[in-house]
């Protein structure tokens, strides 16, 4: 299996997380189950090979490129053949950057990218199925998006919910809204518009990911830490607050969730 992975530029930095590439080819009859959890992130992502296959979604197939809005649970994406990715991770306000409609809109759905971006995503998919080299891809990603970024006019809204965003990470998602609404000169009904247009989910929502995000990404430093302990320094009002969040956003108990995947979070990874 070979695993890429780099950052964006310094002028797509403030919209785009990263740029990942996985090739994995299984041998005949052989499939892989990978649980898809809420993660905070926006994705673009092109299938180059093989097409996975969804299960417990809504949706019961997709195409080879797709915009992924925020996910309302989880679910599995179940791999065999040839498996070719190159995804593109937005960052919170990143994504309403590149496509021209309410994020909220693409929240619980995955979504042909040629729906978004018509002709223009259809060249640059056969220009990375072309293209060998992971750095290449990177690239021809980075010329794409910033074509894009130069067409975007308003960004308002974007800055006035920058620093909200920095109180929601700062605090590992506990914090009010009214709190956030204030930081950002809105009324507490304007501003969860307006993160909804911008971010895809509402205030609530989202921190309840990133607080999620967090309880991963400490056990993963904490690899020795209790259940009880992990709740109380993770924000949880008791333990059984944190089962009940485990299993709606991962589908398993925190004990199962840390027994069968890796303490991983893409949100706070750096």
Same mark, same amino acid.
């Given at each position: 299996?070979?695993?890429?992975?780099?950052?964006?530029?310094?002028?797509?930095?403030?919209?785009?997380?990263?740029?990942?590439?996985?090739?994995?080819?299984?041998?005949?009859?052989?499939?892989?189950?990978?649980?898809?959890?809420?993660?905070?992130?926006?994705?673009?992502?092109?299938?180059?090979?093989?097409?996975?296959?969804?299960?417990?979604?809504?949706?019961?197939?997709?195409?080879?490129?797709?915009?992924?809005?925020?996910?309302?649970?989880?679910?599995?994406?179940?791999?065999?053949?040839?498996?070719?990715?190159?995804?593109?991770?937005?960052?919170?306000?990143?994504?309403?950057?590149?496509?021209?409609?309410?994020?909220?809109?693409?929240?619980?759905?995955?979504?042909?990218?040629?729906?978004?971006?018509?002709? @223009?995503?259809?060249?640059?998919?056969?220009?990375?199925?072309?293209?060998?080299?992971?750095?290449?891809?990177?690239?021809?990603?980075?010329?794409?998006?910033?074509?894009?970024?130069?067409?975007?006019?308003?960004?308002?809204?974007?800055?006035?919910?920058?620093?909200?965003?920095?109180?929601?990470?700062?605090?590992?998602?506990?914090?009010?809204?009214?709190?956030?609404?204030?930081?950002?000169?809105?009324?507490?009904?304007?501003?969860?518009?307006?993160?909804?247009?911008?971010?895809?989910? @509402?205030?609530?929502?989202?921190?309840?990911?990133?607080?999620?995000?967090?309880?991963?990404?400490?056990?993963?430093?904490?690899?020795?830490?209790?259940?009880?302990?992990?709740?109380?320094?993770?924000?949880?009002?008791?333990?059984?607050?944190?089962?009940?969040?485990?299993?709606?956003?991962?589908?398993?108990?925190?004990?199962?969730?840390?027994?069968?995947?890796?303490?991983?979070?893409?949100?706070? @990874?750096?």
């Amino acid at each position: 299996m070979g695993f890429y992975f780099a950052k964006p530029s310094n002028i797509l930095s403030p919209f785009v997380k990263q740029y990942w590439g996985l090739e994995n080819c299984l041998s005949s009859g052989e499939e892989h189950v990978q649980r898809i959890v809420p993660n905070g992130l926006m994705e673009l992502t092109f299938y180059l090979g093989d097409l996975p296959k969804l299960i417990n979604h809504h949706q019961s197939a997709i195409e080879n490129t797709i915009v992924s809005g925020h996910c309302k649970g989880p679910y599995d994406l179940v791999v065999n053949g040839n498996l070719q990715m190159f995804s593109v991770s937005f960052k919170p306000l990143g994504a309403s950057m590149f496509f021209n409609l309410p994020m909220n809109e693409l929240f619980g759905y995955i979504i042909p990218a040629r729906f978004l971006l018509k002709e @223009s995503i259809s060249r640059l998919e056969s220009s990375l199925s072309e293209t060998a080299h992971f750095t290449n891809k990177v690239q021809l990603a980075e010329e794409f998006l910033m074509n894009l970024l130069a067409q975007k006019v308003n960004v308002f809204g974007q800055k006035r919910l920058k620093g909200s965003l920095d109180l929601i990470n700062s605090s590992k998602g506990i914090v009010d809204v009214n709190t956030l609404a204030a930081s950002a000169c809105w009324s507490r009904k304007q501003y969860e518009r307006n993160f909804q247009e911008i971010v895809g989910t @509402s205030p609530k929502q989202f921190m309840r990911i990133v607080r999620f995000q967090h309880t991963i990404h400490f056990k993963g430093q904490h690899p020795q830490a209790k259940l009880a302990g992990l709740a109380y320094d993770c924000g949880f009002s008791d333990q059984s607050h944190m089962i009940n969040e485990f299993k709606d956003l991962s589908g398993r108990t925190p004990r199962k969730y840390f027994s069968e995947c890796d303490p991983f979070s893409d949100y706070f @990874s750096e």
